[in-house]
């Protein structure tokens, strides 16, 4: 029975040259062929290998490997043959061929179920075509991210720019947080951005007004729809009212809440309104006491002169006398009283002139001091510079005095209750809240205006004095007169005492 042994035992064999009789020519034509297919069939396998190692994006990279290993098993076999024209080793010759057979065959059947796979795989137009659809989507995608950055930049150039105060407000688990600022907000609250952002309402506001903004950003975020209102302040440069808006941004996914808010200054625009309001009001009152002076001067003035004669033809001493003497001396009252009347509703008349306010000040801080000498009043004047402002200086000093004349019954009135309370008034003349204003302010320490009269503490015969010490028209009229020079008077209660202010305008001086 045949063994291995004798499948290789090629003593009996002649080799393949001898049936081609050594002819050289058939010989050599077969040892070339072969020589020529076998390094053939022996180069291809390197090169797959080498494609196979070097490409890791290669769909099915084991059948480079499975094809090398045929091609190589099939040049092996062209390389026995022309080994068997001289030796007959036919026996590792078809040892050889059966590998490839092996081979051969594991390949094919390898191959027949990739067929459908490798049909599926995209040619080279499909991959053209998805390459240029894909070009123009990654051209779309950059264009659109251009646009995108450009209008950020400009968003954020409005951001940046605006004149109101914008902010942008982050939900957090603890509050609120001021995420960002523009510069309009930083100088609004003077605080550095660094300062302001990642902070809460309470860095910037007092206790009440941050809890009320924290509730309004809370409302705005539970139902989702903007909101705007108006608030008032009131601090050391007086009141300051201010429009708010809130507006929710979109959510995105992953990422807290936010508010885009916006803060504007309305003080001048409801000042003007109320200006406005109060001018129409003043007239109609200033033309009313005109006409209620005009009527009673006659009328005052003939039972002033009836009485002077009766008085003339009573004796010295006698009751109808002195009764006559009280008739006379509340009718020169009365006379007083309609004068001041009249001069409410006065337009005097006149140019007006470029003066220095704080010398009409100083004189005007002089006769008070003069005239109330004996009442232990301390009255000091700060002025640290000139404040040229257009006007008439007579009428401004009627004003001041004014001022300082209703300060002074308010400390008296003070004394009278606490007779060790500081009896002090001050008036200031510094540079203004906008530049070009200077603002004069008279400060005392009367105690502060009561709460019940403060929204008609300016109006004529409102006064908080008892009854027949005053008129009630001297801060309308002060304030009627620093209103002519583009001023307008406010008040506030501070310490111990209530301060009377006007911003005025200064007079810019031209050079020659």
Partial sequence: MPNLATLF?????????VCLLWRPELLWLHVVSDALIGLAYWSIP???????????????PWTFELFALFILACGATHFLSIWTLWYPDY??????????????VVTAIALWPLLPRVLALPSSADLARANTALSREVAERREAEARARQSEARLAGFFEHMSDALFVVRAERGGFVFETVNPSFVRLFGRPREAIEGSGPDVLLDAV?????ASAFATCFGTGAPRDWESTITGPEGTRHWHTVLAPLPDIQGEPRRLLGSLRDVTELRRLQTDLVEAARRATIGAMCAGVAHEMSQPVNIISLWADRARATLEVGTGARRAIEVILGQTRRLGALLERMRELARDTPGEAETFDAAEAAAAAVEVARR????DRIEVTLDASEPAPVLGRPAQFEQALLHLLENARDAVLRRRRQEPDALAQIQVTLRAGPQPGQMTLAVQDTGGGVPASLGARILEPFVTSKDPGEGTGLGLPIAAGILRGMGGRLAWLNRGAGAVFQVALPLVREHPA
């Fill in 9 to 17: 035992d090629s003593d009996a064999l002649a080799p393949h040259g």
């Fill in 91 to 104: 026996g590792l010759e078809g040892a050889v061929k059966a590998v490839t057979a092996v081979v051969s």
């Fill in 46 to 60: 390197i090169v797959l290998i080498v494609i196979a190692r070097r490409r890791r994006d290669l769909a099915f």
């Fill in 371 to 374: 005239s109330w000498s004996l």
């Fill in 209 to 213: 007004p941050a809890a009320e903004l």
